[in-house]
């Protein structure tokens, strides 16, 4: 599943196998996962975590130690496939001054994530939250490492308001952007199918 989900991003021919960076969890079937995340792509970097961590922000934190701090991050949850968008994020922010680039597809359904968008920028974020017709893709692209860990701050500093079942998220970073004066810009998918769904998962 992980492999149909990055295989088909727009962006993956600028990538090479060494810029991905995978965060697992340690259970019985981690060795067979990190062979094939090896074979699948040479060079990739893994962080194993030997316990849940406190939700998906802490686990891209973990990640977060063997990235450039200068290059953008893209934090991929790789579970709803879409190949929309450009190669690069260059068209989409237009040459502006960008914090952070969300994929949206539009749904009513409670199990995603939701933004409020004003002329193509975010405007709000919310994990699991209704709060419009614009869900997240699962895909969060961040220009840098500073941007990411103000974000992150903002999302702990908050999170008697942004945690979901004591876990803080991905999505809700958005605010903390929005927050340190940096525009989200969203950028509209059309052909995004939940991964679960096609790979019959429970």
């Known amino acids: ?8 991003r727009a962006w993956v021919s600028r990538l090479a196998p060494s810029d991905y960076v995978f965060v697992v969890r340690e259970t019985e079937a981690t060795a067979e996962l990190v062979v094939f995340l090896r074979n699948a792509w040479p060079g990739c970097r893994i962080v194993t975590l030997s316990d849940l961590s406190g939700g ?7 990640g977060l130690a063997l990235v450039d701090v200068d290059e953008p991050i893209i934090v991929d949850l790789a579970d709803i496939l879409f190949s929309e968008g450009p190669a690069g994020f260059e068209p989409i922010t237009g040459g502006q001054d960008w914090g952070a680039i969300v994929p949206t597809f539009v ?3 409670p199990c995603y994530s939701y933004l409020r968008i004003v002329d193509g920028v975010v405007t709000e974020a919310r994990e699991k939250q209704v709060i419009s017709q614009h869900a997240s893709a699962g895909v969060y692209v961040f220009r840098n490492s500073d941007i990411f860990l103000t974000a992150a701050a903002h999302s702990i500093r908050h999170r008697a308001e942004l945690s979901v079942k004591g876990s803080l998220f991905v999505c809700p970073m958005v605010n903390g952007v929005i927050a340190g004066g940096n525009t989200v810009i969203a950028c509209p998918i059309k052909d995004c199918r939940p991964a679960g769904k096609i790979f019959h998962l429970p």
């Open 1 to 8: 599943m992980i492999e149909h989900a990055l295989r088909e």
């Open 107 to 109: 749904s009513d359904e």
């Open 56 to 62: 998906a922000l802490f686990s891209v934190l973990a």
